[in-house]
């Protein structure tokens, strides 16, 4: 089992910057994909941001495109996400996820094995 706890989250005004961190624990030695995802409030939770563990391919969504960065630290087992130029449609909670094994689509959140508590991030006007 591998357990993800994310950190870094916090409030900050529109235009702000703020990074999250998301460690990895347990039997991680299979784990070959990690993802970010969050869900605000009455919404549907959505895909953020995805890394290779190897090689380091990285995708992320249209809404935060050129805004977030997606990297990863292998010797701290880290995912991490730098966010910048924050905007309150960014408040969420933002979730951590991890795939072991093969994974087809870095977007489908089904395809993700574990999963971290969350991380509140809020984004004032």
């Known amino acids: 089992q591998v357990q993800l706890v994310e950190s870094g989250g916090g409030l900050v005004q529109a235009g702000g910057s703020l990074r999250l961190s998301c460690a990895a624990s347990?039997?991680?030695?299979?784990?070959?994909?990690m993802g970010w995802f969050r869900q605000a409030p009455g919404k549907e939770r959505e895909f953020v941001a995805a890394?290779?563990?190897?090689?380091?391919?990285?995708d992320y969504a249209d809404s935060v495109k050129g805004r977030f960065t997606i990297s990863r630290d292998k010797a701290k087992n880290t995912v991490l996400l730098q966010m910048a130029n924050l905007k309150p449609d960014d408040t969420a909670v933002y979730y951590c996820?991890?795939?072991?094994?093969?994974?087809?689509?870095?977007?489908?959140?089904?395809?993700?094995?574990?999963w971290g508590q969350g991380t509140q991030v809020t984004v004032s006007s």
């Open positions: 890394v290779t563990w190897s090689v380091g391919v990285t």
């Open positions: 996820a991890a795939r072991a094994g093969t994974l087809s689509d870095f977007r489908r959140q089904e395809e993700y094995d574990y």
């Open positions: 347990g039997r991680t030695f299979g784990v070959r994909y």
